[in-house]
């Protein structure tokens, strides 16, 4: 690891202080992502502000929605009464992530700021736009088992690895973010980007701002939902492919769906053209798979990666049918 | 049988030590290159070295401690190297494996991929913390009755995850068991007593 000045920040304005202090200042909470990316010398920070004292960690509700502390664990999200109540598909997204160590030590923030886990970001020795930006895309060529089938650019095929970003973005949470004094909130599906020219970038988030919360307005999938999650292992793996889904069934039609898919592109990846079919129809295997028909109609494989349409696709249906068991 | 490296060990120094300084003096002979660049960058990290020490105070299995350690420490190398509490397992040193798992105030965590200047003030439990004296923990009797490891090396690990899957509430069934403790690998694949030893405790 190469040597970086520790700072401790019990407040939002000292940790952004200490930010400026150099160019490549860090912030670190969990740690659970950046320590393994400080010790592959792949992330190299000057400063390294521990933000952890600082006063975020709460579950707060009103009546229009829940905000998530950015500091909370997320063992202590996945295990709050009012998530697993009100937002399960919120508790059994984190419940599929990781080991229950690392929940212990893993925060809201930093589960939606963790970076890809493509092969080729992490071997220095291969070539990867998103760590060193014009060395060119180890994986589109290359051993792309794990890659993108949706919003892939020339420069980048990762896929983002989080399982609590797909219930987020499911539910259309926002992110709401400290710049200095001003306040601002980002949709959820503004949040995270696709690679483009720029894959170096996995965000939205300005450079030295703080997320202080995450905030899930109050919905009705919390009676017909699924989150599936398919992977190399029964559990602590990423996904190969996951779904999450929600329907509200009011008088024996879906009201509204949201159907949204994790381990395939850059970002939580929402496939609004399949809940917008599904949305005003009686819930039928008929109609789920050809929901799950639409959801895939877009999707473009690489050499090693075409089983993940089918898995998309077969997932969904099982998911949808799932929800209203 | 006498032990030859054993007995060639200078006084005052340990296996260990000796293993330490044998493998660095190896690179020597073996890459001087490689050795004289990290020589050159190392004028930085001397520098550093002296510049990063930061003062901290932890509890370790009930014992307040004292140091000055450099930043980049892992609370796994401050256990090891340090305080020389072996019983934690290097593993993969990326959170992969679990064989680095203690207790932070109670709750268990990968103690690799944390840096030891972030647990200032908190109370560390580690496996060797965790006997009363001569007395195995329960779940140490358990590992052993119930044949919950082979080789033995993610076993402090794997004993400090279970402490924590019972007291978390998450050992109900097997299956359960199996779910909470999948953050702990065991490569020679002793699951079935682990978790078997788990249910035992659970009961």
């Known amino acids: 690891m190469k040597p970086f000045i520790f700072l401790k920040a019990a407040d939002i304005k000292t940790a952004q202080t200490g930010y400026k202090k150099n160019a490549a200042s860090q912030f670190i909470a969990g740690g659970t992502n950046l320590l393994d990316l400080m010790k592959k010398e792949i992330a190299l920070p000057g400063n390294v502000i521990d933000i952890n004292q600082i ?6 509700t009103d009546t229009a929605s829940i905000s998530i502390g950015a500091l909370a664990l997320n063992s202590f999200v996945a295990e709050h009464a009012e998530i697993i109540n009100n937002y399960p598909l919120v508790a059994k997204a984190l419940l599929a ?21 493509c092969p080729y970001f992490y071997d220095v020795a291969m070539p990867c736009n998103k760590r060193q930006p014009g060395s060119g895309c180890g994986a589109k060529e290359g051993l792309n088992r794990m890659s993108a089938i949706f919003g892939a650019s020339e420069n980048c095929v990762a896929v983002h690895p989080s399982d609590f970003c797909i219930a987020l973005a499911a539910l259309d949470a926002k992110v709401v973010v400290q710049t200095d004094v001003k306040e601002s909130s980002i949709p959820f599906k503004d949040f995270h980007r696709l690679p483009g020219n720029t894959p170096d970038k996995d965000n939205n988030l300005a450079k030295g701002s703080l997320i202080t919360k995450i905030v899930i307005p109050k919905n009705n999938f919390n009676k017909n939902f699924h989150y599936l999650k398919i992977r190399d292992r029964a559990s602590y793996a990423f996904a190969l492919v996951s779904v999450a889904v929600g329907l509200y069934i009011e008088g024996g039609k879906i009201k509204a769906a949201t159907i949204a898919a994790g381990g ?8 609004y053209e399949a809940e917008q079919f599904l949305t005003g129809k009686t819930p039928s295997e008929e109609i789920f798979k050809q929901a799950a028909a639409i959801a895939i109609k877009n999707a473009k494989p690489l050499q090693h990666n075409g089983f993940k349409i089918k898995m998309l696709q077969n997932g969904i249906e099982l998911a949808l049918k799932n929800a209203m068991a | 049988m006498i032990n030859r490296e054993e007995k060639e060990l200078p006084v005052g120094s ?12 190896t690179a020597v002979a073996v890459i001087p290159a490689a ?8 004028l930085d990290e001397k520098y550093a070295y002296q510049l990063e020490q930061m003062p901290l105070s932890i509890e370790i299995n009930g014992v307040q401690k004292k140091f000055k ?5 892992t609370l796994l190398d401050l256990l090891r190297e340090e305080l020389h509490l072996t019983g934690t397992k290097k593993g993969c040193d990326h959170g992969q494996c679990g064989a680095c798992t203690v207790h932070i105030n109670g709750k268990r965590i990968n103690a690799c991929l944390t840096l030891a200047v972030m647990q200032n003030g908190n109370k560390i ?14 779940m140490q009797k358990a590992f052993i009755k119930c044949d919950g490891f082979q080789c033995g090396y993610c076993t402090p690990g794997q004993i400090m995850s279970a402490v924590a899957c019972i007291a978390e509430g998450h050992a109900k069934n097997e299956e359960e068991i199996k779910e909470f403790m999948s953050g702990n690998l065991c490569r020679c694949g002793a699951y079935n007593g682990i978790a078997n030893a788990i249910k035992e405790v659970a009961q």
């Open chain 2, 69 to 73: 350690v450099d930043t980049r420490t």
């Open chain 1, 264 to 271: 395939v592109a850059h970002k939580p990846w929402r496939l």
């Open chain 2, 35 to 42: 050795i004289d660049t990290a020589a050159k960058q190392r």
């Open chain 1, 55 to 60: 006063a975020i960690k709460e579950i707060k």
């Open chain 1, 97 to 117: 992530g990781a080991s229950a160590q690392i929940r212990n030590m893993a925060t809201a923030s930093g589960n939606i700021l963790q970076r890809t886990r």
């Open chain 2, 125 to 138: 439990t580690t496996i060797e913390g965790l006997a009363n004296g001569d007395e195995l923990h329960p």
């Open chain 2, 14 to 25: 340990s296996r260990r030590d000796f293993l330490k300084k044998s493998a660095a003096l």
